[in-house]
């Protein structure tokens, strides 16, 4: 069974900072990997998706990369904003099944 | 182009009541699915349907939740009766084809449900 965890669960930052959030899975055979953006009360807005054939994805002030073999993405922001400040969520597509596996979440603060 | 629709935003019921959200997806997403997100934890699966057939309704519980898709195009999960512990936020997601993995998958909005 899939299970995904992220680290830290929540981080503060001052404005500018570049900053590194972590997401790790435990089987390797998977299809794809999102990270999705969650603004309090909001739904899911989707910000990059890694297909398993990828080693990373940018858009922006976003960069995402996916090593399947140790299980782990990392998905980097670059010069932090304090409108970024929101709840990052990792989720995993397997090989086996067709839903997502979501991780719990990385809160993230960016300070004025 | 339009995103996942869903109704209502916010909800208020008693324990052992009943209530229903819809869901209306991206015109021409094949695969929709229903997620429970309680409060500090990441969004959990409860039914994934393919056009109107189920796909996965493993983390359903069957006791008290129902979900259909009629026509293949609009859902709707229903609660009956309610328990506290279904206070929640419950997310709608579609994405373009069953066997196509490689699709994103889009999210509504999302209904946040209090049992009281």
């Known amino acids: 069974k899939q299970e995904v965890t992220q680290i830290p669960a929540a981080l503060s930052v001052p404005e500018g900072e570049n900053l590194v959030l972590n997401c790790s899975f435990t089987?390797?055979?998977?299809?794809?990997l999102q990270w999705f953006r969650q603004d309090p009360g909001k739904g899911l807005t989707s910000l990059l998706l890694?297909?398993?054939?990828?080693r990373e994805q940018t858009s922006g002030r976003l960069n995402a990369s996916l090593d399947k073999s140790s299980g782990r993405s990392t998905l980097y922001i670059a010069a932090s904003q304090p409108g970024d400040s929101a709840t990052y969520l990792c989720?995993?597509?397997?090989?086996?099944?067709?839903?997502?596996?979501f991780g719990p979440g990385t809160r993230l603060s960016v300070l004025p | 182009e339009a995103g996942v629709a869903q109704s209502p935003r916010y909800k208020i019921i008693e324990k052992r009541q009943s209530v229903a959200f819809w869901c209306n997806p991206i015109s021409g997403h094949a695969t929709l699915y229903w997620y429970q997100q309680i409060l500090g934890q990441g969004p959990k699966l409860l039914i994934q349907?393919?056009?109107?057939?189920?796909?996965?309704d493993s983390q359903l519980p069957k006791d008290r939740f129902s979900a259909e898709r009629l026509k293949g195009v609009d859902s709707t999960l229903k609660i009956q009766p309610a328990k506290l512990e279904d206070s929640a936020v419950y997310l709608c997601?579609?994405?373009?084809?069953?066997?196509?993995?490689?699709?994103?998958?889009?999210f509504g909005q999302g209904t946040r449900l209090t049992v009281v």
């Open positions: 989720a995993v597509r397997t090989n086996y099944g067709q839903n997502f596996v």
């Open positions: 997601a579609s994405s373009l084809e069953f066997g196509k993995r490689n699709t994103e998958a889009f």
């Open positions: 890694i297909q398993s054939s990828q």
């Open positions: 349907f393919q056009n109107n057939g189920v796909v996965d």
């Open positions: 089987d390797s055979a998977i299809y794809n």
